[in-house]
């Protein structure tokens, strides 16, 4: 294999790990919360198919990013609807999201399958850091979104860990009846938790279709908000983790088209199941070392909260 | 400091629910820098007058003031920002979380620099002799100790109002001392305590003045705990010295072993011990009593002879067949009945009814080819409930909704329904009416009579001294002292439960 094909794929890793990062990291931040979204792959699919449709229409792509973000954030507050406020099982409400994503998506975008898309993020011109061999090419040779999700997970890791608004979120993820006698507002905390997290899923669509692979056809997101979900347990919930493992996951969705070219007998389907396998793995792991000690998810995940009544 | 305006007070509070009056026109008066203990019985409305002056509830009748000013509160939040804040009992905090992070949940600026929160905290415990580490989570920590995490929490939102519900009832005897020491500083700084509790010496040791509620009313307001003795208060909390106990004459030492438990070991999920090498012995005929503070082994040890968690190593014998392995089905069949702390959730299904509770052990033999037999059933659990007077409303209502003494008698009764060798009792009194104490009594006396052996965990050691014939003292997962009840005393047996050799 040649220089260029080795540069093809870094680039390609970074793009991957884009992808499922800003995904598992609105996952995060939900299940931080205590909320399971199943959703992801759903709300993924109306991010994407919305960018697509503002890109065409308009050719703008901050307008088609910001759209996604929003159609993202509003389409999981169905869930937050459902499951947070009515107090619906979280797994029924969130695969229904995904169920209905992928469904609505397909049916809003028909008339955009094989279109061009009208609007892209550029590679950036960073000038003499583009002419670092190597390096210049597959890491300052990306769009701003890969810069973005960074930003956003040293944003997520710092709000988290060192201020009053996620300590509160965390609180209301481990124990809500502690952060609620605290005077912390459980029901509207999640529900945001849940907005940001299809907001990030919203974002990560628009990536798949606007940069990744431009351009929409049903089914475009096939699986990756899957990935995510896994993504986040094997990054046991805490941003750093989960973006090393979105490069090697994004590493593994890189590989998968180019095995053929390496001249690799390994069935492409084979590399597809790693993902899920490494998460295994890596849950066998956590629960290992979270024998003597708490699980590290969210002790609250997936329940309900109700105030208590007489 | 007598003439101040109190801290707080309550006049003539009414709070019903569907079906009880719980709070009938009770008063209350905290004078500020002063421990006030509430005094009386399950069921007298303590709880719900403390969760009326913390916002909890808002009560149907009757004022709540704070330093002279009427309040109504319609949600926690707003009593805590007027400087009540209540520990309750099971403690409201994050396992995962630090002391620190946990007392600045309670209050914090946007931004927290962990260094500084820590360091303020420390300083706080400091001020009041709360020995803590701030940056250890709240998982690794005592019962005590995450006790002390809660009084910090209250005292970083500068509580002028401070309640204690039973803090000591988690509590070892040198802990309870602790934190007397610790309530004594709060109320030295000038502000109030309430201390619930029904134990006399603490009350007597601790507290400055004591209000006695009864029936959800108050019937002594504000008097000096030097006025109070036991005979006094027993008659205030009870309304008539009465004799609660069971009595019974012991039985001669038992001949044949019904009951032999050796060298078992428990570790829970955790992997942490919790039952560490204990052997006993329990005759047919005889009741052992096994004393101990919560949570030193108890309910892991009789889950264990019921088959509920595995031994990690010992043996247990039934009658003289080894059970250790056997599933709890097997074990029941064998002739072994439990009646667990936990009596609704592992003892009975809140939710089915009472027919289908009842029939839980025994269903198998009532059966129409591969269908149970309802009228089999019914007439069963008629019969039950007729024994052991049960006073059930519906056959076919969720089993959720009966008393506390009648859920109790149901399922003693069902376990004992098909003459088991063994009977393992945890806490089967705990939470009961006066009569219903006495009536679980009753039964396990006479059963024991007839034969039984019983193995009876309980917290209260006057209804281990006044029914045992071999007392046990379980501290940290072992068996640490043997007591004969016609010759030891409260102090060796308190002595014991604490640890002391």
């Not at chain 1, 159609?71 to 169905?78: D, M, R, T, W, Y």
């Not at chain 2, 109504?72 to 804040?85: D, L, M, N, R």
């Not at chain 2, 209804?463 to 379980?474: C, G, K, P, W």
Request: contains cysteine.
């Amino acid at each position: 294999m040649n220089e260029e094909t080795l540069i093809g794929l870094f680039l390609s890793v970074i793009e991957f790990g884009t992808l499922l990062y800003l995904a598992a990291l609105g996952e995060l931040i939900a299940e931080k919360s205590g909320v399971l979204n199943l959703g992801v792959e759903g709300m993924m699919a109306m991010g994407g198919v919305a960018a697509f449709w503002v890109g065409v229409e308009t050719g703008n792509p901050w307008l088609a990013l910001l759209v996604a973000i929003m159609v993202g954030a509003l389409f999981a507050s169905i869930h937050g609807l459902v499951a947070v406020v009515l107090g619906a099982d979280q797994v029924v409400s969130g695969l229904a999201l995904t169920i209905l994503g992928v469904g609505v998506s397909a049916f809003l975008g028909k008339d955009y399958v094989s279109q061009a898309p009208g609007a892209r993020f550029e590679a950036l011109n960073l000038g003499p850091l583009n002419d670092i061999p190597w390096i210049g090419e597959f890491i300052f040779g990306q769009s701003i979104i890969p810069w973005l999700a960074l930003a956003l997970g040293i944003i997520t890791w710092f709000v988290l860990t060192r201020t009053r608004i996620g300590l509160v979120l965390r609180a209301v993820g481990e124990s809500a009846s502690a952060a609620d006698s605290a005077g912390s507002p459980v029901v509207l905390t999640r529900l945001i938790a849940v907005a940001i997290g299809g907001a990030l899923a919203g974002m990560s669509g628009a990536y798949l279709t606007m940069s990744l692979a431009p351009g929409w056809s049903e089914g475009t997101t096939a699986g990756r908000g899957w990935i995510a979900l896994a993504l986040v347990i094997f990054g046991a919930w805490k941003p750093g983790r989960v973006g090393v493992g979105a490069l090697l996951f994004g590493g593994l969705l890189a590989l998968e088209p180019r095995l053929q070219t390496f001249g690799v007998e390994i069935s492409p389907i084979l590399l597809s199941m790693l993902p899920y396998v490494l998460t295994i793995a890596a849950m066998i792991a956590l629960s290992i070392r979270s024998r003597n000690r708490p699980s590290a998810a969210p002790a609250a995940l997936g329940s309900t909260y109700r105030r208590e009544e007489r | 400091m007598d003439n101040q305006t109190p801290a707080a007070e309550l006049v003539d509070i009414w709070k019903r629910f569907p079906g009880v009056i719980a709070n009938a026109g009770a008063n209350l008066m905290v004078r500020p820098g002063s421990v006030h203990a509430v005094l009386g019985e399950n069921g007298a409305g303590k709880t719900t007058l403390m969760n009326v002056l913390a916002g909890v509830y808002q009560p149907d009748e009757g004022t709540v003031s704070l330093a002279g000013q009427q309040m109504s509160f319609t949600k926690p939040a707003q009593a805590i920002k007027a400087g009540v804040v209540m520990v309750h009992q099971e403690f409201r905090l994050i396992p995962t979380f630090t002391v620190a992070e946990n007392v600045a949940l309670a209050g914090s600026p946007s931004i927290i620099a962990k260094r500084s929160i820590e360091d303020s905290v420390a300083e706080l415990a400091d001020r009041f002799g709360l020995a803590t580490d701030p940056s250890r989570e709240v998982w690794r920590l005592s019962m005590g100790e995450r006790q002390r995490v809660e009084i910090l929490k209250a005292l970083w939102q500068d509580a002028k109002v401070l309640i204690l519900d039973e803090p000591t009832a988690v509590l070892t005897p040198s802990e309870a001392t602790e934190l007397g020491r610790v309530v004594t500083a709060m109320a030295n700084d000038g502000r109030a305590i309430i201390f619930i509790s029904h134990k006399l010496d603490e009350v007597t040791e601790f507290c400055d003045e004591a209000t006695v509620l009864r029936g959800g009313a108050t019937v002594a307001s504000s008097l000096p705990v030097e006025e109070l003795d036991a005979a006094r208060l027993a008659e205030l909390m009870v309304g008539e010295a009465t004799e609660v106990s069971v009595r019974r004459t012991r039985t001669s030492p038992v001949a044949e072993p019904v009951l032999e438990v050796r060298n078992a070991a428990v570790r829970d999920l955790h992997g942490i011990a919790t039952v560490a090498d204990v052997s006993l012995t329990v005759g047919k005929g005889e009741i052992v009593g096994i004393a101990g503070v919560a949570g030193n082994g108890q309910r892991p040890l009789a889950d264990a002879i019921a088959g509920l968690e595995s031994l990690e190593s010992g043996t247990i014998s039934l009658g003289g067949s080894s059970i250790e392995g056997a599933t709890p089905k097997a074990r029941n069949a064998a002739g072994l009945a439990y009646v667990p702390e936990d009596r609704l959730g592992v003892g009975l299904a809140p939710r089915l009814n009472v027919v289908e509770n009842a029939m839980m052990r025994s269903y198998r033999s009532m059966t129409k080819g591969p269908f149970i037999d309802r009228s089999a059933t019914q007439t069963m659990c008629e019969d039950l409930a007729a024994e052991y007077k049960v006073k059930v409303g519906k056959f076919d209502a969720p089993i959720g909704a009966l008393s506390g003494g009648n859920l109790q008698r149901l399922l003693v009764g069902r376990e004992l329904a098909d003459d088991p060798k063994v009977l393992v009792a945890a806490q089967p009194t705990r939470g009961l009416d006066v009569q219903g104490v006495a009536a679980i009594q009753q039964i396990i006396v006479e059963q024991s009579q007839a034969g039984l052996g019983v193995l009876l965990i309980s917290e209260d050691l006057e209804e281990l001294l006044a029914l045992s014939d071999r007392l046990l003292v379980m501290h940290e997962g072992e068996i640490v002292a043997e007591f004969d009840p016609d010759t030891t005393s409260r102090a060796e047996v308190g002595a014991a439960m604490a640890g002391a050799h």
